[in-house]
């Protein structure tokens, strides 16, 4: 069974940045897409970045395009998110999803971020 754990959550001033990093344990060869999907209390989980693990492509949610960078390192089977100018609204736990073909997804268990003065 594939198992994804997410780190790098914390506490942070607004504007600040943290880096969070998603590790899978059986590599990245057998996703065709990794995300990053966050969930604030008593809201939905919501999507905020996708990559393609093959050709690298990305999308992002409009809340954080261009503050927030989706990265892949296939050999070190680990995806990141690279947070900068952080609000307050970004407090969330956010979570690492791995799709394969056919839609075969695979969920960590999340990792919280909170950014308050």
């Known amino acids: 069974q594939e198992q994804l754990v997410e780190s790098g959550g914390g506490l942070v001033q607004p504007g600040g940045s943290l880096r969070l990093s998603c590790a899978a344990s059986?590599?990245?060869?057998?996703?065709?897409?990794m995300g990053w999907y966050r969930q604030a209390p008593g809201n939905p989980r919501e999507w905020v970045a996708t990559?393609?693990?093959?050709?690298?492509?990305?999308n992002y949610a409009d809340s954080v395009k261009g503050r927030f960078t989706i990265s892949i390192n296939n050999a070190k089977s680990a995806v990141y998110l690279q947070m900068n100018s952080l609000e307050p609204e970004d407090s969330a736990v956010y979570y690492c999803?791995?799709?394969?073909?056919?839609?075969?997804?695979?969920w960590g268990k999340g990792t919280l971020v909170t950014v308050s003065s």
């Open positions: 999803k791995a799709v394969r073909p056919y839609g075969v997804e695979f």
């Open positions: 059986g590599g990245l060869f057998s996703f065709w897409t």
């Open positions: 990559i393609t693990v093959g050709g690298g492509s990305t």
